[in-house]
T-cell receptor, first 112, second 114 residues
Framework: GNSVTQMEGPVTLSEEAFLTINCTYT??????LFWYVQYPGEGLQLLLK?????DKGSNKGFEATYRKETTSFHLEKGSVQVSDSAVYFC???????????FGKGTLLTVNP | SAVISQKPSRDICQRGTSLTIQCQVD?????MFWYRQQPGQSLTLIAT?????????ESGFVIDKFPISRPNLTFSTLTVSNMSPEDSSIYLC???????????FGAGTRLSVL
């Protein structure tokens, strides 16, 4: 079945530091890949997505590239802000399966 | 995109009681989903609710414990029945919409069972 393995947290960075959160997946066929973000006390928001190999999703300075050869979808941001403190979830939806499979989430704390 | 409203946003309940969570969407959608997020954990799909048919439950979840209604294309409810402290979680409603079938989430209902 489908699975998502996400970098264990928590991750603590200083403002303006570079961020990488690793995400690898196992799926049959050609899944779509997503990063969701959950700010404190809120629900999940879609951060970015990629639907085919080599696609790059980007939003709010975050980027992730769909790498089929390494089955990865790592999240990156060049300069984090305090407001980026949240839990980040990598997720996939595989082929005709409508179900989203989530990673365990990575808590990011950015200090001023 | 879709705007999803969930009620209540949080509640504290006594063991053995039931709570019904409402999910309202600002547009008609075919597929609605209910997830559970236990403390410090990821999201687990409880069931898929399609209008006009019985909900489809995932392994480990049963209708007697989590009855779901889907009376129309913009509304659904999830009931958590005969609650125990182990049911303390965030319950999230989600809908799938758009050409690329993206899932959008409500803000969640934070449930504590004493």
């Amino acid at each position: 079945g489908n699975s998502v393995t996400q970098m264990e947290g928590p991750v603590t960075l200083s403002e303006e530091a570079f961020l990488t959160i690793n995400c690898t997946y196992t799926a049959t066929g050609y899944p779509s890949l997503f990063w969701y973000v959950q700010y404190p006390g809120e629900g999940l928001q879609l951060l970015l997505k990629a639907t085919k190999a080599d696609d790059k999703g980007s939003n709010k300075g975050f980027e992730a590239t769909y790498r089929k050869e390494t089955t990865s979808f790592h999240l990156e941001k060049g300069s984090v802000q305090v407001s980026d403190s949240a839990v980040y979830f990598c997720a996939l939806k595989g082929g005709s399966n409508y179900k989203l499979t989530f990673g365990k989430g990575t808590l990011l704390t950015v200090n001023p | 995109s879709a705007v999803i409203s969930q009620k209540p946003s949080r509640d504290i309940c006594q063991r053995g009681t039931s709570l019904t969570i409402q999910c309202q969407v600002d547009s008609q959608v075919t597929m609605m989903f209910w997830y559970r997020q236990q403390p410090g954990q990821s999201l687990t799909l409880i069931a898929t609710a399609n209008q006009g048919s019985e909900a489809t439950y995932e392994s480990g979840f049963v209708i007697d414990k989590f009855p779901i209604s889907r009376p129309n294309l913009t509304f659904s409810t999830l009931t958590v029945s005969n609650m125990s402290p182990e049911d303390s979680s965030i319950y999230l409603c989600s809908v799938e919409t758009g050409v690329r079938s993206i899932q959008y989430f409500g803000a969640g209902t934070r449930l504590s069972v004493l």
